[in-house]
């Protein structure tokens, strides 16, 4: 069983930067890819970025490309979501997820495991 925390969120003007952590625990542990997605009011949750654990190869969606960067301490067992430039319509609260197999991570339902989510609010 993992347990992933999230942390990070908060209130920021547009334009501003925030960096999410995600911190992943439990026994026995082997990741595949981290991801992160989000939801906004009234939305589905949507695919924002994902990590290969192993070869570091990373994947956005079309509306963060450019803007957001995701790293990974593999010693800490940690993702990072860099988030620049920020816009009102990145609004959401944001998740971060787990999956032990496979290469990719599209999909909210290719994950095993989720955090609890934390709140992003983008002010114009």
């Known amino acids: 069983q993992a347990q992933l925390v999230e942390s990070g969120g908060g209130l920021v003007q547009a334009g501003g930067s925030l960096r999410l952590s995600c911190a992943a625990s439990?026994?026995?542990?082997?990741?595949?890819?981290m991801g992160w997605f989000r939801q906004a009011p009234g939305k589905e949750r949507g695919f924002v970025s994902f990590?290969?654990?192993?070869?570091?190869?990373?994947y956005y969606g079309d509306s963060v490309k450019g803007r957001f960067t995701i790293s990974r301490d593999n010693a800490k067992n940690m993702v990072f979501l860099q988030m620049d430039s920020l816009k009102p319509e990145d609004t959401a609260v944001y998740y971060c997820?787990?999956?032990?197999?496979?290469?990719?991570?599209?999909?909210?339902?290719?994950?095993?495991?989720w955090g609890q989510g934390t709140q992003v609010t983008v002010s114009s």
């Open positions: 990590i290969n654990w192993n070869s570091g190869n990373a």
């Open positions: 997820a787990a999956k032990l197999r496979g290469t990719t991570g599209f999909r909210p339902s290719e994950y095993d495991y």
């Open positions: 439990g026994r026995p542990l082997s990741l595949s890819v």
